[in-house]
């Protein structure tokens, strides 16, 4: 079974840049989509940006323009470069995998990582 661990959340002023990074313990397979999601206090988590195996993405509204999904299957490792900080994008984010594109559009898992928090100043 595949683990994912999420890393490189942290305190930064609005404006500025963080990568978050998400390592799988066992082999992501290219064949996996994954997305990333984020859920601020007192919401429900969202999607915010998703890849397909074949490195098609989808990207929030709300992100568009300032975040880039990315993924290096050969390092099991998936990337979320998020650029121009918003207060509003603070959150805990969460990286899944799956097999189907639809799963990982609808955040539809059983299980979930810890994540890591990304807090923006004002």
């Given at each position: 079974?595949v683990?994912?661990?999420?890393s ?7 404006g500025?840049s963080l990568r978050?990074s ?7 397979s290219?064949?996996?989509?994954m ?10 988590r969202?999607l915010?940006a998703?890849i397909?195996r074949?490195g098609g993405?989808?990207?929030?509204d709300?992100?568009?323009g300032?975040?880039?999904i990315?993924?290096?299957n ?10 121009s ?10 990286c899944?995998?799956d097999?189907?594109?639809l799963?990982?559009l ?5 299980s979930?990582g810890q994540?890591?928090?990304v807090?923006v100043?004002?």
């Amino acid at each position: 079974q595949v683990q994912l661990v999420e890393s490189g959340g942290g305190l930064v002023q609005a404006g500025g840049s963080l990568r978050l990074s998400c390592a799988a313990s066992g082999s992501i397979s290219v064949t996996k989509a994954m997305g990333w999601y984020r859920q601020a206090p007192g919401k429900q988590r969202e999607l915010v940006a998703a890849i397909t195996r074949d490195g098609g993405t989808y990207y929030a509204d709300a992100v568009k323009g300032r975040f880039t999904i990315s993924r290096d299957n050969a390092k099991n490792t998936g990337y979320l470069q998020m650029s121009s900080l918003k207060p509003e994008d603070t959150a805990v984010y969460y990286c899944n995998a799956d097999l189907s594109w639809l799963t990982v559009l609808r955040g539809d898992f059983r299980s979930w990582g810890q994540g890591t928090q990304v807090t923006v100043s004002s």
